[in-house]
Protein backbone atom coordinates (compact mmCIF):
# COMPACT_ATOMS: atom_id res chain seq x y z
CA UNK A 1 0.00 0.00 0.00
CA UNK A 2 1.68 3.94 -0.74
CA UNK A 3 2.18 5.91 2.06
CA UNK A 4 -0.19 8.41 2.49
CA UNK A 5 0.89 12.09 3.71
CA UNK A 6 0.57 12.53 7.17
CA UNK A 7 0.47 15.92 9.20
CA UNK A 8 2.31 16.57 11.88
CA UNK A 9 2.01 17.43 15.62
CA UNK A 10 3.46 20.12 17.68
CA UNK A 11 4.37 23.06 15.35
CA UNK A 12 3.98 26.89 14.76
CA UNK A 13 3.28 28.47 11.41
CA UNK A 14 5.92 31.71 11.04
CA UNK A 15 6.31 34.54 8.29
CA UNK A 16 7.24 33.69 5.19
CA UNK A 17 5.90 29.22 5.08
CA UNK A 18 8.42 29.05 8.06
CA UNK A 19 7.28 26.78 10.53
CA UNK A 20 8.80 26.28 14.24
CA UNK A 21 8.46 22.34 15.03
CA UNK A 22 7.66 22.11 19.02
CA UNK A 23 8.15 18.19 19.46
CA UNK A 24 11.10 17.90 20.95
CA UNK A 25 14.12 20.73 22.63
CA UNK A 26 15.86 21.55 19.22
CA UNK A 27 12.87 23.35 18.26
CA UNK A 28 13.74 23.43 14.77
CA UNK A 29 12.69 26.39 12.86
CA UNK A 30 12.33 24.87 9.38
CA UNK A 31 12.38 26.65 6.04
CA UNK A 32 9.92 25.89 3.10
CA UNK A 33 11.20 22.05 1.58
CA UNK A 34 13.52 21.76 4.74
CA UNK A 35 13.34 19.06 7.16
CA UNK A 36 14.57 19.61 10.92
CA UNK A 37 17.60 18.33 12.63
CA UNK A 38 16.07 14.98 12.92
CA UNK A 39 15.56 14.83 9.16
CA UNK A 40 12.35 13.47 9.09
CA UNK A 41 9.57 16.43 10.09
CA UNK A 42 9.36 18.49 6.89
CA UNK A 43 8.35 21.74 5.94
CA UNK A 44 5.56 21.45 2.70
CA UNK A 45 4.35 24.85 2.07
CA UNK A 46 3.72 25.64 5.44
CA UNK A 47 2.27 22.81 6.70
CA UNK A 48 4.87 19.76 8.97
CA UNK A 49 4.42 16.42 7.66
CA UNK A 50 6.33 13.53 9.10
CA UNK A 51 8.10 11.99 6.55
CA UNK A 52 8.67 8.93 7.96
CA UNK A 53 5.16 7.99 9.22
CA UNK A 54 4.42 3.93 8.80
CA UNK A 55 8.17 3.54 7.13
CA UNK A 56 9.54 0.93 8.68
CA UNK A 57 13.29 0.36 8.47
CA UNK A 58 13.68 -2.18 11.29
CA UNK A 59 11.89 -5.28 12.36
CA UNK A 60 12.47 -8.08 14.89
CA UNK A 61 11.30 -10.73 17.40
CA UNK A 62 13.46 -10.00 20.67
CA UNK A 63 13.80 -10.99 24.02
CA UNK A 64 12.66 -8.74 26.03
CA UNK A 65 15.66 -8.31 27.79
CA UNK A 66 17.56 -6.86 24.78
CA UNK A 67 15.89 -3.75 24.91
CA UNK A 68 17.27 -3.61 27.51
CA UNK A 69 13.97 -4.24 30.04
CA UNK A 70 15.12 -7.24 32.68
CA UNK A 71 12.25 -6.22 35.65
CA UNK A 72 8.93 -5.56 32.87
CA UNK A 73 7.46 -9.33 32.05
CA UNK A 74 10.80 -11.04 32.08
CA UNK A 75 11.50 -13.88 29.47
CA UNK A 76 9.09 -12.87 27.31
CA UNK A 77 9.57 -11.95 23.57
CA UNK A 78 8.94 -8.16 22.06
CA UNK A 79 7.80 -7.32 18.81
CA UNK A 80 10.27 -4.35 18.27
CA UNK A 81 9.58 -1.53 14.83
CA UNK A 82 12.37 1.54 14.08
CA UNK A 83 12.16 3.79 11.12
CA UNK A 84 14.93 6.86 10.76
CA UNK A 85 15.97 9.60 11.70
CA UNK A 86 16.78 10.85 14.99
CA UNK A 87 17.02 14.02 16.93
CA UNK A 88 20.43 13.29 18.61
CA UNK A 89 23.27 12.91 16.42
CA UNK A 90 25.65 10.92 18.88
CA UNK A 91 29.20 10.86 17.48
CA UNK A 92 29.07 6.93 19.02
CA UNK A 93 25.55 6.27 17.42
CA UNK A 94 25.08 2.47 17.78
CA UNK A 95 22.44 2.54 14.67
CA UNK A 96 23.76 5.43 12.35
CA UNK A 97 22.42 3.48 9.69
CA UNK A 98 19.12 3.71 10.40
CA UNK A 99 19.10 6.86 13.02
CA UNK A 100 21.30 9.41 11.09
CA UNK A 101 19.85 9.27 7.62
CA UNK A 102 16.06 10.49 6.25
CA UNK A 103 13.30 8.48 4.67
CA UNK A 104 14.98 9.41 0.92
CA UNK A 105 17.95 7.72 1.94
CA UNK A 106 16.38 4.53 3.53
CA UNK A 107 15.22 2.76 0.10
CA UNK A 108 14.99 -0.58 2.12
CA UNK A 109 11.86 1.13 4.98
CA UNK A 110 8.44 -0.63 3.53
CA UNK A 111 5.25 1.32 4.53
CA UNK A 112 2.94 -0.41 7.43
CA UNK A 113 -0.40 0.49 8.00
CA UNK A 114 -0.43 0.83 11.43
CA UNK A 115 -3.55 -1.79 12.05
CA UNK A 116 -1.39 -4.18 9.82
CA UNK A 117 1.34 -4.24 11.96
CA UNK A 118 -0.47 -4.40 14.98
CA UNK A 119 -1.94 -7.93 13.44
CA UNK A 120 1.56 -8.75 12.52
CA UNK A 121 2.39 -8.57 16.37
CA UNK A 122 -0.71 -10.31 17.39
CA UNK A 123 0.37 -13.36 15.81
CA UNK A 124 3.97 -13.53 17.48
CA UNK A 125 4.04 -16.68 19.95
CA UNK A 126 5.25 -15.75 23.14
CA UNK A 127 5.16 -11.96 22.50
CA UNK A 128 3.79 -9.29 25.21
CA UNK A 129 3.51 -5.85 23.02
CA UNK A 130 5.44 -3.53 20.67
CA UNK A 131 8.54 -2.06 21.63
CA UNK A 132 9.19 1.28 19.40
CA UNK A 133 13.01 1.18 19.50
CA UNK A 134 16.45 0.97 17.32
CA UNK A 135 16.17 5.00 15.90
CA UNK A 136 14.39 7.66 18.33
CA UNK A 137 10.50 6.81 18.67
CA UNK A 138 9.95 10.60 20.00
CA UNK A 139 10.42 11.81 15.83
CA UNK A 140 7.65 9.22 14.89
CA UNK A 141 5.33 10.17 17.14
CA UNK A 142 2.15 10.35 15.00
CA UNK A 143 2.90 6.59 14.15
CA UNK A 144 3.36 5.53 17.62
CA UNK A 145 0.05 7.27 18.62
CA UNK A 146 -1.99 5.25 16.15
CA UNK A 147 -0.09 1.81 16.47
CA UNK A 148 -0.61 2.49 20.42
CA UNK A 149 -3.91 2.85 20.43
CA UNK A 150 -4.62 -0.04 18.37
CA UNK A 151 -2.49 -2.41 20.34
CA UNK A 152 -3.66 -1.59 24.07
CA UNK A 153 -6.85 -2.24 22.64
CA UNK A 154 -5.99 -5.88 21.22
CA UNK A 155 -4.65 -6.16 24.52
CA UNK A 156 -0.79 -5.82 23.93
CA UNK A 157 2.18 -3.71 26.13
CA UNK A 158 3.39 -0.79 24.40
CA UNK A 159 7.02 0.04 24.65
CA UNK A 160 9.06 3.17 24.18
CA UNK A 161 13.42 2.59 24.30
CA UNK A 162 14.10 6.04 24.00
CA UNK A 163 16.49 9.42 24.64
CA UNK A 164 14.09 11.33 26.19
CA UNK A 165 14.93 14.08 24.46
CA UNK A 166 11.62 15.68 24.08
CA UNK A 167 9.21 18.63 25.27
CA UNK A 168 6.72 18.52 27.65
CA UNK A 169 3.29 18.39 26.33
CA UNK A 170 4.16 15.49 23.58
CA UNK A 171 5.94 14.08 26.59
CA UNK A 172 2.47 13.36 28.77
CA UNK A 173 1.09 12.50 25.72
CA UNK A 174 3.57 9.21 25.25
CA UNK A 175 3.50 8.33 28.74
CA UNK A 176 -0.21 8.20 28.86
CA UNK A 177 0.50 5.76 25.56
CA UNK A 178 3.40 3.26 27.13
CA UNK A 179 3.35 1.01 29.85
CA UNK A 180 7.12 0.76 29.80
CA UNK A 181 10.25 2.91 29.35
CA UNK A 182 14.30 2.48 29.07
CA UNK A 183 15.79 5.92 28.81
CA UNK A 184 19.18 6.43 27.57
CA UNK A 185 20.91 9.08 30.55
CA UNK A 186 24.18 9.24 28.04
CA UNK A 187 26.21 11.23 31.18
CA UNK A 188 25.92 13.59 33.59
CA UNK A 189 27.00 16.33 31.87
CA UNK A 190 25.84 18.95 30.02
CA UNK A 191 29.20 19.51 27.91
CA UNK A 192 28.60 16.33 26.89
CA UNK A 193 25.65 16.47 25.59
CA UNK A 194 26.25 19.79 24.26
CA UNK A 195 29.89 18.55 21.96
CA UNK A 196 28.76 14.84 21.58
CA UNK A 197 24.86 14.65 20.87
CA UNK A 198 24.37 17.73 19.89
CA UNK A 199 21.57 18.13 22.45
CA UNK A 200 21.34 19.09 25.60
CA UNK A 201 21.02 17.15 29.12
CA UNK A 202 18.18 18.93 31.26
CA UNK A 203 15.45 18.07 29.25
CA UNK A 204 16.41 14.39 29.46
CA UNK A 205 16.87 14.50 33.30
CA UNK A 206 12.88 16.02 33.35
CA UNK A 207 11.77 13.28 31.19
CA UNK A 208 13.04 10.72 33.35
CA UNK A 209 11.01 12.84 36.60
CA UNK A 210 7.99 12.70 34.64
CA UNK A 211 8.12 9.43 33.91
CA UNK A 212 8.98 8.29 37.56
CA UNK A 213 5.89 10.23 38.48
CA UNK A 214 3.38 8.82 36.11
CA UNK A 215 4.10 5.50 37.69
CA UNK A 216 5.02 3.67 34.43
CA UNK A 217 7.95 1.36 34.60
CA UNK A 218 11.14 2.73 34.03
CA UNK A 219 14.89 1.33 33.18
CA UNK A 220 17.55 3.86 32.65
CA UNK A 221 20.64 2.58 30.41
CA UNK A 222 24.12 4.67 30.83
CA UNK A 223 26.66 3.46 27.74
CA UNK A 224 30.10 4.29 29.52
CA UNK A 225 32.57 5.62 26.95
CA UNK A 226 36.68 5.84 27.87
CA UNK A 227 37.82 9.63 28.12
CA UNK A 228 34.41 10.98 27.51
CA UNK A 229 31.74 9.85 30.12
CA UNK A 230 33.81 7.83 32.24
CA UNK A 231 34.62 9.93 35.25
CA UNK A 232 33.90 7.97 38.59
CA UNK A 233 33.00 10.75 40.63
CA UNK A 234 30.71 11.92 37.68
CA UNK A 235 29.23 8.47 37.47
CA UNK A 236 28.29 8.63 41.11
CA UNK A 237 26.44 11.58 41.00
CA UNK A 238 24.48 10.71 38.10
CA UNK A 239 23.29 7.57 40.18
CA UNK A 240 22.72 9.53 43.28
CA UNK A 241 20.49 11.57 41.25
CA UNK A 242 18.98 8.51 39.72
CA UNK A 243 18.31 7.59 43.52
CA UNK A 244 16.90 10.60 44.63
CA UNK A 245 14.67 11.57 41.76
CA UNK A 246 13.35 8.32 40.89
CA UNK A 247 13.52 4.97 43.51
CA UNK A 248 16.66 3.10 44.82
CA UNK A 249 14.61 0.57 42.99
CA UNK A 250 14.99 1.88 39.65
CA UNK A 251 16.60 -0.25 36.85
CA UNK A 252 20.27 0.97 35.50
CA UNK A 253 21.60 -0.84 33.10
CA UNK A 254 25.54 0.27 32.48
CA UNK A 255 26.55 -0.85 29.08
CA UNK A 256 29.77 -1.47 27.41
CA UNK A 257 30.64 1.03 24.45
CA UNK A 258 32.64 -0.34 21.33
CA UNK A 259 33.96 1.73 18.66
CA UNK A 260 31.11 2.92 16.03
CA UNK A 261 30.28 5.72 13.76
CA UNK A 262 32.35 8.57 13.69
CA UNK A 263 34.53 7.46 17.36
CA UNK A 264 36.76 5.07 17.03
CA UNK A 265 37.90 5.13 20.70
CA UNK A 266 38.80 1.95 21.97
CA UNK A 267 35.99 -0.54 23.89
CA UNK A 268 35.58 0.77 27.72
CA UNK A 269 37.78 -1.67 30.08
CA UNK A 270 36.09 -4.46 31.58
CA UNK A 271 37.83 -3.24 34.71
CA UNK A 272 35.69 0.37 34.54
CA UNK A 273 32.49 -1.50 33.95
CA UNK A 274 33.19 -3.31 37.18
CA UNK A 275 34.24 -0.39 39.33
CA UNK A 276 31.14 1.82 38.30
CA UNK A 277 28.63 -1.46 38.54
CA UNK A 278 30.06 -1.55 42.34
CA UNK A 279 29.63 2.52 42.35
CA UNK A 280 25.88 2.24 41.38
CA UNK A 281 25.01 -0.81 43.56
CA UNK A 282 26.10 1.47 46.83
CA UNK A 283 22.67 3.65 46.01
CA UNK A 284 20.78 1.37 43.15
CA UNK A 285 19.16 -1.52 43.93
CA UNK A 286 19.23 -3.48 40.52
CA UNK A 287 22.36 -2.97 38.29
CA UNK A 288 23.65 -4.77 35.48
CA UNK A 289 26.12 -4.75 32.89
CA UNK A 290 25.52 -4.70 29.56
CA UNK A 291 28.26 -5.53 26.39
CA UNK A 292 30.21 -7.51 28.71
CA UNK A 293 30.44 -11.21 28.02
CA UNK A 294 31.14 -13.77 30.45
CA UNK A 295 30.71 -11.36 32.93
CA UNK A 296 30.12 -13.30 36.85
CA UNK A 297 28.56 -10.05 38.08
CA UNK A 298 25.71 -7.51 36.62
CA UNK A 299 23.44 -10.51 35.35
CA UNK A 300 21.50 -11.95 37.90
CA UNK A 301 18.45 -10.64 39.88
CA UNK A 302 18.64 -10.56 43.67
CA UNK A 303 15.81 -9.66 46.16
CA UNK A 304 17.08 -6.27 48.05
CA UNK A 305 15.30 -7.50 51.08
CA UNK A 306 16.27 -11.24 51.48
CA UNK A 307 19.00 -11.42 49.08
CA UNK A 308 17.86 -14.51 47.28
CA UNK A 309 18.81 -14.96 44.13
CA UNK A 310 15.22 -14.11 41.55
CA UNK A 311 16.53 -14.57 37.93
CA UNK A 312 19.37 -16.01 36.47
CA UNK A 313 20.44 -15.01 33.39
CA UNK A 314 23.04 -16.12 30.52
CA UNK A 315 23.16 -13.47 27.67
CA UNK A 316 19.48 -13.17 26.86
CA UNK A 317 18.38 -16.82 28.32
CA UNK A 318 16.19 -16.25 31.45
CA UNK A 319 15.45 -18.27 33.94
CA UNK A 320 12.88 -17.34 36.90
CA UNK A 321 14.03 -19.17 39.97
CA UNK A 322 12.22 -17.10 42.69
CA UNK A 323 9.53 -14.60 41.55
CA UNK A 324 5.81 -15.99 42.27
CA UNK A 325 3.38 -14.95 39.54
CA UNK A 326 2.79 -11.56 40.58
CA UNK A 327 6.67 -10.84 40.35
CA UNK A 328 7.38 -10.54 44.04
CA UNK A 329 10.08 -12.77 45.93
CA UNK A 330 8.93 -15.86 46.87
CA UNK A 331 10.89 -15.52 50.23
CA UNK A 332 10.02 -12.69 51.27
CA UNK A 333 6.88 -10.97 49.39
CA UNK A 334 9.40 -7.84 48.06
CA UNK A 335 7.69 -6.58 44.74
CA UNK A 336 10.82 -7.33 41.98
CA UNK A 337 9.42 -6.88 38.82
CA UNK A 338 6.40 -6.01 36.69
CA UNK A 339 4.33 -8.73 35.31
Partial sequence: MNKTIKDASFYRKMENKK????????????????????????????????????????????PIEKKPLYHFHPGKDIFSIGTV?????????????ISQVGIKEAPYARYIEAGDLVEEALSVENN???????????????????VAEI????????????NGYI?????????????????????????????QTFSSLNPVLETIKEIAISGKHLEITNLVIPLLNDDPNQFEEMVKWIARE????????????????KKALPATPETTMKQF??????????????????????QNTYCPECKHTVIKR???????????????????????VTI
Avoid at 246 to 261: A, Q
Fill in 19 to 62: LQCLLCPQNCIIGNNKTGLCKVRKNTDGRLIAENYGFIAAKNID
Fill in 128 to 146: IGIAYTYNEPGIWFEYIRD
Fill in 151 to 162: ARKKGLRNIMIS
Fill in 167 to 195: NEIPLREIIDMMDAFNIDLKSFSEEFYQT
Fill in 246 to 261: TTRSTVLHISRYFPKY
Fill in 277 to 298: YYIAKKHLHFVYLGNLSNSAIG
Fill in 85 to 97: GCNMHCLFCQNSE
Fill in 314 to 336: NGYYTEIVNLDEQGKCRNCGAQI
